[in-house]
């Protein structure tokens, strides 16, 4: 886990002040870039000024890591069940569409 200075490192998870929750995904040193995923899946790229004004803190994993993640039930462990909420519409006609 990062220290809050410089850079994070890939695979690192953070929650913002409002509760919400992304992992590092890339880092560019660079070009001075952090991209980082949602729980919702929705990427973002931020600047190493903006990440180090960013007021997040360091979280473990959420346990229902496939969240932000497009994962099927033959990619799961043995005996863990997919995630299944629907916040977004699309996800189900995504789901009507592939029965």
């Given at each position: 886990?990062?220290?809050g200075i410089g850079f994070?490192?890939?695979g690192d998870?953070?929650?913002r002040v409002d509760?919400?929750?992304f992992e590092i995904v890339a880092v560019d040193e660079g070009d001075r870039t952090i991209e980082l995923q949602h729980f919702d899946g929705t990427l973002e790229e931020i600047e190493l000024a903006a990440w180090l004004e960013?007021?997040?803190?360091?979280i473990d994993p959420p346990e229902d890591w496939s969240g932000s993640m497009d994962v099927d039930e033959a990619d799961l462990p043995p005996g863990e069940e997919p995630h299944r909420e629907f916040s977004d519409p699309l996800d189900f006609v995504d789901d009507y569409e592939g029965s």
């Open positions: 886990m990062t220290t994070p490192e890939v998870w953070f929650r509760g919400s929750t960013l007021a997040a803190e360091a």
